[in-house]
């Protein structure tokens, strides 16, 4: 802390929107740079030689960190980082965290209430009431699926698949999962495959991170393996699903109903989903309570001052463990 604020003498860019609490916070502890989005264009003279440091929800392409070569730190906000190209910030030395953990409850309380949602049709059935029907035409009618008698497989067995996990067990439900590799010290039935998983269950939770490694994964193929029974739920990526035959499939009786949470271009959903009377659609809500995105905040904020301060990061990325300040 040098200034008679005890600001550092670091300039920190935040482009676009974002959360009011970490904008706070950065004002006070560095110099804030704002712009309106993550563009190379519209990065001035004096932007590009004084920002060492970004914090952003998403969107930091490989242009963007090659606009500021004084760049050391991409704090992303949110657990899910596939939008910034932490490949390239790696090989330029420029360390990339995001905010795990302190989601990770809230997003796996948000799967729970979406699947018993999806599965019970309570948000068409507290419509009925609010509409008057119960009063008009008597008892809303009796929810074709339930939770009982269900076998639910994970696909992304992460810190919130597992927190999933335990929430479901309490249910008395059967787990099973698929990630790239076993997750060791697990109890719950691996499958290598997500073909074979979705065989297996008739309940699929989608918690997998997005990019090109799970681009479209749930698609017609997976959905038949589910079958007329099953249940889709996403929490992770809208870019796992291939939307299309995600509604023909709910069209055609292919599996029973889905949750979804995310989409692949937010927030523009099809037109098809919209109209599917056997899907329940929330809009991106699963970490927004105001406690949750204040730790998220804080935390994005904290990787920042950890950085400038004492040279390291709190919470990095894989891509870039190994980057080190100054190196």
């Given at each position: 802390?040098?200034?008679a604020?005890?600001?550092?003498?670091?300039?920190?860019?935040?482009?676009?929107?974002?959360?009011?609490?970490?904008?706070?916070?950065?004002?006070?502890?560095?110099?804030?740079?704002?712009?309106?989005?993550?563009?190379?264009?519209?990065?001035?003279?004096?932007?590009?030689?004084?920002?060492?440091g970004?914090a952003?929800?998403?969107?930091?392409?490989?242009?963007?960190?090659?606009?500021?070569?004084?760049?050391?730190?991409?704090?992303?906000?949110?657990?899910?980082?596939?939008?910034?190209?932490?490949?390239?910030?790696?090989?330029?030395?420029?360390?990339?965290?995001?905010?795990?953990?302190?989601?990770?409850?809230?997003?796996?309380?948000?799967?729970?209430?979406?699947?018993?949602?999806?599965?019970?049709?309570?948000y068409?059935?507290?419509?009925?009431?609010?509409?008057?029907?119960?009063?008009?035409?008597?008892?809303?009618?009796?929810?074709r699926?339930?939770?009982?008698?269900?076998?639910?497989?994970?696909?992304?067995m992460?810190?919130?698949?597992?927190?999933?996990?335990?929430?479901?067990?309490?249910?008395?439900l059967?787990?099973?999962?698929?990630?790239?590799?076993?997750?060791?010290?697990?109890?719950?039935?691996?499958?290598?495959?997500?073909?074979?998983l979705?065989?297996?269950?008739?309940t699929?939770?989608?918690?997998?991170?997005g990019?090109?490694?799970?681009?479209?994964?749930?698609?017609?193929?997976?959905?038949?393996?589910?079958?007329?029974?099953?249940?889709?739920?996403?929490?992770?990526?809208?870019?796992?699903?291939?939307?299309?035959?995600?509604?023909?499939?709910?069209?055609?009786?292919?599996?029973?109903?889905?949750?979804?949470?995310?989409?692949?271009?937010?927030p523009?959903?099809?037109?098809?989903?919209?109209?599917?009377?056997n899907?329940?659609?929330?809009?991106?809500?699963?970490?927004?309570?105001?406690?949750?995105?204040?730790?998220?905040?804080?935390?994005?904020?904290?990787?920042?001052?950890?950085?400038?301060?004492?040279?390291?990061?709190?919470?990095?990325?894989?891509?870039?463990?190994?980057?080190?300040?100054?190196?």
């Amino acid at each position: 802390m040098t200034s008679a604020e005890g600001k550092l003498p670091v300039a920190i860019l935040v482009p676009g929107d974002f959360n009011e609490h970490a904008v706070s916070r950065i004002d006070k502890a560095f110099k804030l740079v704002r712009i309106e989005r993550a563009d190379p264009g519209l990065v001035t003279e004096e932007t590009r030689t004084t920002v060492r440091g970004i914090a952003s929800y998403a969107g930091i392409n490989a242009a963007m960190i090659d606009a500021l070569p004084d760049l050391e730190i991409i704090a992303s906000f949110g657990v899910g980082y596939d939008s910034v190209d932490a490949n390239h910030a790696a090989k330029r030395g420029v360390m990339v965290t995001n905010t795990p953990d302190v989601l990770t409850e809230e997003v796996a309380d948000t799967a729970i209430g979406l699947l018993i949602n999806t599965v019970r049709e309570l948000y068409a059935a507290e419509k009925w009431l609010r509409d008057g029907d119960w009063v008009k035409k008597g008892n809303y009618r009796l929810s074709r699926l339930t939770l009982r008698g269900r076998s639910v497989g994970i696909f992304g067995m992460g810190r919130i698949g597992r927190a999933v996990a335990r929430r479901l067990e309490a249910f008395g439900l059967p787990i099973a999962y698929h990630n790239r590799r076993k997750v060791e010290g697990l109890a719950y039935d691996y499958h290598a495959t997500l073909k074979g998983l979705a065989e297996a269950v008739d309940t699929l939770i989608c918690i997998a991170p997005g990019g090109a490694s799970t681009e479209k994964a749930i698609n017609a193929e997976i959905l038949s393996a589910l079958g007329s029974n099953g249940v889709f739920v996403n929490i992770g990526r809208g870019s796992a699903v291939d939307e299309a035959a995600l509604a023909a499939a709910l069209k055609s009786g292919t599996i029973a109903a889905a949750g979804l949470d995310v989409f692949a271009d937010e927030p523009n959903v099809p037109r098809t989903l919209l109209d599917a009377a056997n899907a329940s659609l929330l809009p991106h809500v699963g970490s927004a309570s105001e406690h949750t995105r204040r730790a998220m905040a804080d935390l994005c904020v904290d990787n920042l001052v950890a950085w400038f301060t004492e040279r390291r990061p709190l919470t990095p990325v894989p891509e870039t463990i190994n980057v080190k300040a100054g190196g």
